[in-house]
């Protein structure tokens, strides 16, 4: 007896598993019943050209997202029905004068010879083709261990979530897309959920997996793209589209998204508005510890959100904009009795966060939370992340531990789930936990929002009508910190015309940067990014990378960026346009700012010397040579988990262009130009 009291100690002692992100572990879990398709009852298939010849409810999705697909001569979508050719339709031929704004031709930067013209290109917009072609395949990324959800649900012991990623391998290049399907399973409802919170204590076996049943499918992809050439006040822009999947009978058909309101339907009948007051008066409670569920009657089923600003655009602000016109309605709510929600702004930024585009544009990676590991099998060197999760899912794995470690020991778990900008905390059974203090480039609230908020020197970078959130800035010049700052117009039709949305700038953050050097955001660093030039022992990594470490020499981009979007293999093309500069580090630790991501470090020793050594304007690009660079200073920099933040969408595999044909599998043709067509983007 006491040794199994030993034995009950010890497990209820370890770290719960809440992330199983392991390349190796997944690819044996998706060779073992847990495919896409044998979650979708279909049997093993991960390529998507097999999914789509035996998996009616791929093909459902699919029918959604876009079929029945027409493309003329020039490989551009001409016709179908889905959200993609719905999405295209609309902004063909799109012309806002007083903006400057015109779009011809949305590109699917396929095999199209695109045109780049002297201020910018057309919009590249997802190509659902990628869904059916022989060279692409859901690949498992993640597998999350959601026993919280019960707070939400209720239906259920909760959730286990299986993350596949868009990949392809084709005649020339590998690598992933910015395209992503969740696959919910849940346990049982019993008395207790014990059982189910054991077999995900450390380590993790396919125990944990057993007595799931299928709840939904749920996709999120970067829907169109805008580059830093076309929107050089942002920096570059991306939509993204979610959407549900339910089983009804045999058919996968969308359904409501989680307390995300359909603006539409409010419209339509106001008498509706009136209704959510009285609902969220019921609901207060759960409101305040951020578990609300709201009925379905008031709920869209297809969530549109957008990056670069995503925390101050008013398009992820869906609530906001809903009572824009009604604010009295919801002063008629008493929250003096609430313990998180201190403020009316306070209850439409809950509300707010609470929405699809609200949580994944607020302490998201871009629109997603969950990336996965970069796989050597889909990736090139100079195209793969370090960290895995977004800020707010790194954030999440110390609630979701101790959730699981009283649901483990018979208790129930503390409901109370923070802001999608809060930071990790020391978490207990009840009450709010006390959260660690807010790093460099961390989103942040200025002014006093919740109860027990994380802190930092809190500025707010982005102004507008929608902008709560800033930013935590350093008090003195560093690598990456950030620049300018700005104000944010609202100038869109609605949540499809939201690129036409613009940011000018107000001034620097800091007026003294010493020996940093600050780019514009055209450049495609958003709010732009403080840097200065290496020194030799700097680019030859004559250092030791450690955690501690905040700065580190790596490439910041290169001549020719763009056109390594057009090349069909632009990890190869980058690993030829190596530009190095002093970049902020990050890891899972101290994560990078809104609209930067972590990359992880490529082995700049192993580049050609005709390569690296170059000149622009007379002058070296880079001071040293490949054979001076120290391989094993970044090895051990990678086996420490250590990389350096780069905009987002300087990665390929989080941007839909830069990608071969779906198709053929083969990039498209050289991009022409032409210096004389007019700027667009930009009002003079």
């Not at 551009?76 to 719905?86: N, R, T």
């Not at 054991?198 to 805008?226: C, G, H, I």
């Not at 809903?322 to 403020?343: A, C, Q």
Request: aromatic residues 8%; hydrophobic residues 35%.
């Amino acid at each position: 007896m006491f040794q199994i009291l030993l034995l009950s100690l010890a497990v209820f002692a370890a770290d719960p598993v809440v992330n199983v992100l392991d390349p190796a572990t997944l690819h044996d879990l998706e060779s073992h019943g847990f495919s896409l398709g044998d979650l979708l009852g279909d049997g093993s298939l991960t390529k998507t050209s097999d999914l789509t010849k035996k998996s009616a409810g791929w093909r459902d999705v699919m029918q959604v997202i876009g079929s029945n697909l027409t493309h003329d001569k020039n490989d551009q979508l001409v016709s179908g029905s889905g959200d993609i050719p719905d999405l295209v339709s609309k902004l063909r031929g799109f012309n806002d004068q007083s903006h400057e704004y015109k779009i011809t031709t949305p590109a699917n930067n396929s095999a199209y010879p695109y045109l780049v013209e002297r201020d910018g290109d057309e919009p590249r917009h997802f190509d659902p083709r990628w869904l059916s072609s022989e060279y692409g395949a859901l690949k498992l990324v993640a597998v999350v261990n959601r026993l919280d959800r019960v707070d939400i649900t209720r239906d259920s012991c909760g959730e286990v979530r299986f993350i596949y990623r868009l990949s392809y391998k084709s005649k020339t290049s590998s690598s992933s897309l910015p395209f992503f399907v969740n696959v919910v399973e849940q346990y049982p409802k019993k008395a207790s959920c014990a059982e189910f919170a054991k077999a995900w204590m450390s380590p993790f076996t396919k125990a944990a997996l057993k007595d799931l049943s299928f709840r939904q499918l749920e996709t999120n992809f970067q829907s169109v793209r805008f580059t830093s050439n076309y929107m050089k006040d942002f920096g570059g822009q991306a939509m993204y589209m979610q959407r549900i999947f339910r089983r009804f009978g045999d058919r996968l058909t969308p359904v409501a998204l989680e307390n995300t309101p359909d603006l539409a339907a409010f419209e339509k009948n106001p008498a509706l508005l009136k209704n959510l007051v009285s609902d969220l008066k019921a609901g207060l409670l759960d409101l305040d510890r951020g578990i609300l569920n709201l009925p379905e009657k008031y709920l869209a089923k297809l969530s549109i959100s957008w990056s670069t600003l995503g925390r101050a655009r008013s398009v992820n602000r869906p609530f906001t904009e809903l009572f824009e016109k009604h604010r009295d309605l919801l002063r008629e709510i008493d929250i003096s009795k609430l313990t998180y929600i201190r403020s009316q702004e306070a209850l439409f930024e809950r509300l707010d966060n609470l929405s699809c585009m609200g949580c994944h544009q607020s302490g998201g990676t871009a629109g997603f939370h969950m990336l996965g590991a970069a796989d050597p099998d889909f990736s090139h060197p100079f195209n793969r992340q370090e960290v895995a999760l977004s800020p707010h899912a790194l954030a999440e794995i110390s609630r979701r531990e101790q959730y699981t470690r009283d649901v483990a020991a018979g208790r129930a778990g503390n409901p109370f789930r923070p802001h999608s900008t809060f930071s990790s905390a020391k978490w207990t059974s009840t009450g709010a936990p006390s959260f660690d203090k807010l790093k460099v480039g961390a989103l942040c609230f200025a002014q006093p929002t919740f109860y027990g908020q994380p802190a930092c020197d809190c500025r707010k970078t982005v102004s507008g009508s929608s902008a709560r959130l800033g930013e935590c800035v350093a008090a003195k010049p560093t690598a990456g910190s950030v620049c300018w700052m700005g104000d944010l117009t609202d100038t869109h039709l609605d949540s499809l015309h939201a690129f036409t949305d613009k940011w000018k700038l107000t001034g620097p953050v800091l007026k003294d940067r010493g020996t940093y050097s600050c780019v514009l955001p055209s450049s495609g660093a958003p709010l732009g990014r403080m840097s200065r030039r290496c020194t030799l022992d700097e680019e030859n990594f004559n250092v030791d990378i450690t955690r501690d470490t905040t700065e580190v020499c790596a490439n910041q981009g290169g001549q020719g960026f763009d056109m390594c979007a057009a090349s069909g293999d632009s990890g190869a093309c980058l690993e030829t346009k190596v530009a190095r500069s002093m970049l902020d580090t990050c890891s899972s630790d101290r994560t990078c700012r809104e609209d930067y991501i972590c990359q992880k470090f490529p082995d700049y020793q192993k580049i050609s010397k005709a390569d690296y050594v170059r000149k622009k304007n007379g002058k070296l690009i880079n001071d040293s040579t490949p054979d001076k660079i120290n391989g094993a200073k970044i090895a051990a920099a990678r086996d420490r988990g250590v990389g350096f933040c780069v905009p987002t969408y300087f990665l390929f595999n989080m941007r839909l262009d830069g990608h071969p044909s779906p198709v053929s599998g083969l990039p498209p043709p050289a991009p022409t130009y032409n210096a004389k067509l007019p700027q667009r983007g930009l009002k003079k």
